[in-house]
């Protein structure tokens, strides 16, 4: 990947203007082709396979660069200096002609989610992507070749989407399909349908669950925002979508560190700067409470963060992971070609070289302009940030990834989403490591795990704030009648007040609480009130930022209802709070006198006049 010389005039904090994202989006499309099948239907990356096989995978190596080749040449008014549209022309034709047929070319057929739904993910691909490029690519189709896309289309109105975001897939395909008009009763049914849904998933403050349940996460920029604003954007409607998006980029601007990089949370982060999509369609299309000068810190950052930590391999492709390949981060639907949902940030190029996006001198991300506590009460989130190093913590009241038809006594924790912290400079450990920002029960040597969690209320004021949730220990064995863990987080400065309530422990249980996985010594957990034993446990599996941590950890006894408060910061520096508990709550103060009230039954968090 050629990149041109860096411009610190005009963008202080990255140097990158709109001409890296061109020389990114070709860079990357370049490499890709390399290994396209002979008519360009598939582009069947070098790696192992996804759950979906290797046939799904060629498609979504084709649909996904599609989707960076459409942003690229519709953003520059249809000028496409390398002949990609006519390659995607070619690969159409040739992958439609006998859809499910085991050859070369020949795209797997749309089925249910359950079956072989993988295609359906990638007909949103192809038919954005097809829209975005109508009067340079469709609008030359031959009419046959035109019908039998159609006919591929058409699979996903016709088959059952997975329930979350899923449902904007045939959503998209619909508006494309209205957009060239081939609307029917068929494309209005899927659009109603997932409007329907998507009006139910709206929990508050910019956010929407990816689903029925509570899973909160990148999905909310990459999905849940950006096929509806984007769809009546391109359509020239106003609609209520774009108000909400401008909501979100109010908390979601600070979800980058300083550094560039998205908090590591939630699945499918192989994506890695498709975090920064939504911030580029809110400057495209003006829902946006930023300055452009912000939103092109947050986007170059975001692209920079990557590009200068090795996710680009020696092929030139975009691997499986976080800064290089890392497998923990990979989800099992995840093949060759699934990080290129990664060109979905290439969204801002439809902003075209005139724009203040590109002509703004970049500002400083939110992250670096003053300590910050922002609570999020829809999703349950409080976010974190410090100035002095630009780290962006986020702690997690509200979001999981257990769906509402499964029973909270399912075993396992899922690393993304069960810990009760995230940050821009870390990541969970792995599957069979110590739990990193994790609270457990012990029963009979079996540490607890956390699934379902229930909010219970979030706020902040002037330079601090506080989110609190509870869950039921979930044990591989099932579960311990009238146990239960209520927690809540108080952050100020640097500094997160880590506060749990035992109630129903049976006798012979104890506790754990750890902290940071960083290097030793890079991160600081200390007892307060309750705990009695400090030590330190090693994940020799490391994280997606470093090979190999340590975690601090704290232990006592638990019987019956107690209070345990801890003091956790990511970095050295600390304030020395002092706690001090009843089986009410706790108070806690800070030599400067500021200090906080924390009562449980009913939950209540307040500042102590």
Not at 268 to 290: E, I, M
Not at 423 to 428: E, K, M
Request: net charge negative; hydrophobic share 40%; proline share 8%.
């Amino acid at each position: 990947m050629k990149l041109p010389a860096e411009n610190r005039a005009l963008s202080p904090h990255t140097g990158y203007t709109r001409d890296h994202w061109i020389a990114a989006a070709d860079g990357l499309l370049a490499a890709a082709w390399r290994w396209a099948t002979p008519g360009g239907a598939r582009l069947d990356l070098p790696g192992p396979p996804s759950g979906s096989g290797v046939r799904s995978d060629g498609l979504e190596g084709f649909a996904r660069t599609f989707l960076a080749a459409a942003f690229r040449v519709a953003g520059e008014d249809g000028k496409d200096p390398h002949g990609r549209l006519e390659r995607y022309a070619g690969g159409l034709d040739a992958g439609t002609r006998t859809p499910g047929r085991d050859d070369a070319e020949s795209w797997p057929v749309i089925r249910d989610h359950p079956v072989a739904g993988q295609p359906m993910v990638e007909s949103a691909s192809v038919a954005l992507g097809l829209r975005l490029t109508r009067p340079w690519l469709w609008d030359h189709l031959a009419p046959a070749v035109q019908d039998r896309v159609e006919a591929w289309l058409r699979g996903a109105l016709r088959h059952v989407p997975a329930p979350n975001n899923w449902y904007l897939f045939p959503f998209t395909v619909a508006g494309f399909l209205s957009s060239v008009g081939r609307a029917d009763a068929e494309t209005e049914r899927a659009r109603d349908r997932a409007l329907e849904l998507l009006e139910g998933w709206y929990r508050g403050n910019g956010w929407y669950a990816d689903g029925d349940g509570r899973a909160f996460d990148h999905y909310n920029g990459w999905a849940l925002h950006l096929y509806p604003v984007l769809d009546a954007h391109l359509a020239g409607e106003a609609t209520r979508f774009g108000p909400r998006l401008r909501e979100h980029l109010e908390s979601f601007g600070l979800w980058f560190g300083g550094d560039g990089a998205p908090l590591h949370f939630g699945r499918s982060l192989t994506y890695r700067f498709a975090a920064a999509s939504a911030v580029g369609l809110g400057a495209v299309t003006g829902d946006t409470p930023l300055r452009p000068g912000v939103s092109r810190r947050l986007l170059s950052g975001a692209l920079r963060y990557f590009l200068d930590r090795g996710a680009v391999d020696e092929h030139g492709l975009l691997s499986l992971g976080w800064h290089g390949p890392h497998a923990p981060t990979v989800q099992h639907y995840s093949g060759p070609g699934s990080p290129y949902w990664a060109s979905k940030a290439f969204v801002c190029l439809l902003a075209p070289p005139e724009h203040p996006l590109w002509t703004a001198t970049e500002e400083l991300a939110p992250s670096e302009t003053a300590d910050t506590a922002l609570a999020l009460p829809g999703p349950g989130l409080l976010l974190q940030a410090t100035r002095d190093d630009g780290v962006v913590r986020l702690h997690n009241h509200g979001s999981d990834s257990v769906r509402p038809h499964e029973a909270e006594s399912v075993a396992g924790e899922n690393p993304h989403y069960s810990r009760f912290a995230y940050s821009t400079r870390t990541g969970p450990t792995a599957r069979g490591n110590p739990a990193d920002n994790h609270f457990a029960v012990v029963v009979a040597d079996v540490g607890s795990v956390r699934r379902r969690i229930h909010p219970l209320g979030a706020g902040h004021g002037e330079g601090w704030g506080w989110a609190g949730s509870w869950h039921h220990p979930v044990f591989g064995r099932g579960p311990v009648p009238g146990l239960r863990v209520e927690s809540v987080t108080v952050v100020r400065g640097p500094d997160e007040l880590r506060v749990h309530r035992v109630l129903g422990a049976p006798p012979g249980a104890t506790v754990e609480q750890t902290g940071w996985a960083t290097a030793p010594g890079e991160s600081v957990l200390r007892p307060l009130a309750g705990w009695t034993g400090q030590g330190e446990v090693r994940a020799p599996h490391g994280t997606a930022f470093v090979p190999w941590v340590s975690l601090p950890r704290l232990t006592a006894d638990v019987h019956g209802t107690a209070v345990f408060v801890a003091l956790a910061v990511l970095g050295t520096e600390t304030a020395d709070p002092v706690a001090a508990v009843t089986a009410e709550g706790a108070e806690i103060g800070w030599p400067d006198g500021f200090a906080v009230r924390i009562r449980f039954g009913p939950l209540q968090v307040s500042p102590v006049r």
